[in-house]
């Protein structure tokens, strides 16, 4: 089973929009992270955001909210006001595991993001 | 410029060959991670290091290696190169060794195995 899903591959949003782009995790574990990270087309990652699963507040960056439902299992990336420069490859990722050598980081297929003047 | 560097940029090889790509992290970043993208595999997290000391590990191959100095760069060899290593090979860094902390990504190092 996939351990993170993204479902959207492809998405527009019209610039000064909001966009929510979905993920959603599966994990046994009661400890992990979530991320969201973004690849304009240069190539570059960019870590955007990050969520405790302990973290009872959702993550917020700027424009970049993270909506985490824990019980639904998902962290939606929330982006208010699209601006041109939004268009890029987004990834969401989990770490799994405690702190010692068996933690993993699995990323998602990722969405790709187009915004429309 | 997220202070991350990693040479070369490019590398095309031979199958069978062997490559060591460089990482330096930000000044002050204790922790170096190696991921590889590619077409097929997506986003794939390889390994750890934290203060010279492999931290984690991911879905790194046996004919990979990789090692961090005491000056805190890193390196990552790939050896008995096969065409399905084809892929970019990102470095991040970041300052403790928890994947929580927000990681800074170098431009990354494109492999192309021939």
């Known amino acids: 089973a996939q351990k993170i899903t993204q479902t959207q591959p492809g998405m527009f949003v019209q610039e000064k929009e909001a966009v929510t782009l979905d993920c959603t995790y599966d994990t046994s574990d009661q400890s992990y992270g979530l991320f969201w990270y973004k690849q304009p087309s240069s190539g570059e990652m960019i870590f955007l955001i990050y969520?405790?699963?302990?973290?009872?507040q959702n993550a917020t960056e700027g424009r970049y909210s993270l909506n985490f439902q824990k019980a639904r299992k998902s962290a939606n990336l929330v982006i208010s006001a699209s601006q041109l420069g939004d268009s890029a490859m987004y990834f969401c990722?989990?770490?799994?595991?405690?702190?010692?050598?068996?933690?993993?980081?699995?990323f998602g297929s990722g969405t790709r993001l187009l915004v429309r003047p | 410029d997220s202070g991350v560097t990693q040479t070369p940029k490019h590398l095309i090889t031979a199958t069978g060959q062997r490559v060591t790509l460089r990482c330096s992290p930000r000044s002050g970043d204790l922790s170096v991670y190696w991921y590889q993208q590619s077409l097929d595999q997506g986003l794939q997290f390889l390994i750890q290091?934290?203060?010279?000391?492999?931290?984690a590990k991911g879905n790194i191959l046996e004919r990979f290696s990789a090692q961090q100095f005491p000056d805190l760069h890193s390196e990552l060899n790939l050896s008995s190169l096969e065409l399905g290593d084809s892929a970019l090979y990102f470095c991040?860094?970041?300052?403790?060794?928890?994947?929580?902390?927000?990681?800074?990504f170098g431009p990354g190092t494109r492999l192309t195995v021939t």
């Open positions: 290091y934290y203060n010279g000391e492999e931290r």
């Open positions: 990722a989990m770490r799994e595991g405690q702190g010692d050598s068996s933690y993993k980081l699995i």
């Open positions: 991040a860094s970041s300052v403790g060794d928890y994947l929580s902390y927000e990681q800074y």
């Open positions: 969520q405790g699963s302990y973290d009872e």
